[in-house]
């Protein structure tokens, strides 16, 4: 199981960014699939989740309302669409994935992880 994170960057407090989250694998649809940060100085932090062929979500509350999990069974693919971004949303994100398909919050609930993409905003 490979996870292939991308679509980093830079923006402004306010902008949009989209991450996506490719994986290989034949049975993904059953995965839950993970999002967490990792800010400077900080733990790795659970972000978001998509649980199994229903893609049922779950969110910290931290961005609740202004990041979105969605997933793309067909593709492989899940995104994270992150919305009205603060400064302090800055962080390394990384996917990961729970191929028994459990709902966890904690990182160690997931045994495949990709390598991680950059997201800085600025004020």
């Known amino acids: 199981v490979n996870l292939v994170e991308s679509g980093g960057g830079w923006v402004q407090a306010g902008g949009s960014l989209r991450l996506s989250c490719e994986a290989s694998g034949r049975t993904f649809s059953s995965w839950t699939v993970g999002w967490f940060r990792r800010s400077p100085g900080k733990e790795r932090a659970f972000v978001a989740s998509s649980r199994g062929s229903a893609g049922l979500t779950n969110y910290a509350d931290s961005v609740k309302g202004r990041f979105t999990i969605s997933r793309d069974n067909a593709k492989n693919t899940v995104y994270l669409q992150m919305n009205n971004l603060k400064p302090e949303d800055t962080a390394v994100y990384y996917c990961?994935?729970?191929?028994?398909?459990?709902?966890?919050?904690?990182?160690?609930?997931?045994?495949?992880w990709g390598q991680g993409t950059q997201v800085t905003v600025s004020s």
């Open positions: 990961a994935a729970d191929v028994v398909g459990r709902t966890s919050v904690s990182e160690y609930g997931y045994e495949r």
